[in-house]
């Protein structure tokens, strides 16, 4: 059976900030951003898929 996965979502640039220290080289996106209207997304990593679902209470869990 072949997995249908619906495209990746669209981040807007504005959407995606540096932290404000210059030495700093980390990306902030924000969850909404990544989610969407979904629970739940799947992210590839090094060949394999995590799952990064959103709980009831707002918490967020990585599974593999």
Same mark, same amino acid.
């Not at 990544?34 to 799947?42: D, H, M, N, V």
């Not at 799952?51 to 707002?58: D, E, F, G």
């Given at each position: 059976?072949?997995?249908?996965?619906?495209?990746?979502?669209q981040v807007e640039p504005a959407a995606l900030s540096a932290d404000s220290r210059p030495e700093a080289s980390s990306l902030r996106i924000k969850s909404q951003d $990544?989610?969407?209207?979904?629970?739940?997304?799947?992210i590839e990593h090094d060949g394999r898929?995590?799952?990064?679902?959103?709980?009831?209470?707002?918490? $967020?869990i990585l599974t593999a």
């Open positions: 059976m072949q997995r249908v996965t619906p495209p990746p979502a $990544l989610f969407g209207q979904r629970r739940e997304i799947e898929i995590y799952r990064l679902r959103m709980t009831q209470l707002n918490k $967020l």
